[in-house]
């Protein structure tokens, strides 16, 4: 008797241990292709104190440069959208950005049928200082690696809604771009976007390459190849 129960106090004992054990959770391998890092918002503060631009102070600043058109508007389109939540007023970028941001939406609707959506833009020194207040994640807004939404010339574009290969069309296109310098991109882990600084080189880039095309064009239009002889409809000597 004594026995039995002995054995039943034990089992009892090693089921209630049991069901107070901790689940376990799966760690997931975080390693995406781009990736942000220390030296990457160096180079992105760099890019901006080569261009000699200033990092938006409050709004009577950033309202001076959309009235100067140093900072153009971001308009939504058929290939892009923009978060809803986004005021209207930080809903700029500079002018070489936008090109980029067409760019990319048009290649993407191009291929996929859907559109890219901007969920953030330019800020304020102010509006990033409070942006930090609760998102510990978000770069400073002073120093060597402040952020480069400061400038203008960076967004954030939205992952959500976007499938595995989607995804992998856009780190391609995006990487693309980075080893030629023309940007500084990093997929964000802990906010669902793509963080873009858009170089100022992007402008010329997109320009030569467009003056390129035309110029292949307009040749192919002056010097026509002659046509080929699989083209040729062979005469029927037979007829008649």
Not at 56 to 62: K, N, R, S, V
Not at 153 to 182: C, M
Request: hydrophobic fraction near 35%; aromatic fraction near 6%; glycine fraction near 4%.
């Amino acid at each position: 008797m004594f026995a039995s129960t002995h054995a039943f106090a034990l089992l009892h004992h090693n089921q209630h241990r049991l069901t107070r054990r901790r689940p376990h959770h799966r760690r997931l391998f975080w390693n995406p292709l781009l990736r942000g890092s220390h030296e990457s918002l160096l180079r992105q503060n760099e890019e901006i104190d080569r261009l000699g631009l200033p990092r938006i102070a409050d709004d009577e600043q950033l309202e001076l440069l959309e009235q100067r058109q140093e900072l153009v508007p971001i308009e939504e389109t058929r290939e892009l959208r923009i978060h809803p939540q986004l005021e209207r007023k930080n809903r700029y970028c500079r002018p070489w950005t936008l090109d980029f941001l067409h760019d990319l939406s048009s290649a993407f609707y191009g291929e996929f049928h859907q559109p890219i959506q901007v969920n953030s833009a330019v800020r304020t020194v102010e509006q990033q200082h409070r942006l930090r207040r609760h998102n510990r994640n978000a770069a400073p807004e002073m120093g060597d690696t402040a952020s480069s939404h400061l400038a203008g010339l960076t967004v954030d574009i939205s992952k959500r809604g976007i499938n595995r290969r989607e995804k992998k069309w856009i780190n391609a296109y995006l990487l693309n771009l980075k080893d030629q310098n023309l940007i500084e991109g990093a997929e964000e882990r802990r906010q669902a976007v793509f963080h873009i600084m858009v170089s100022e080189r992007y402008g010329e880039w997109r320009s030569a390459k467009n003056e390129a095309a035309e110029t292949a064009t307009t040749k192919e239009v002056s010097d026509p190849e002659p046509p080929s002889p699989l083209a040729v409809v062979p005469v029927d000597v037979n007829r008649n």
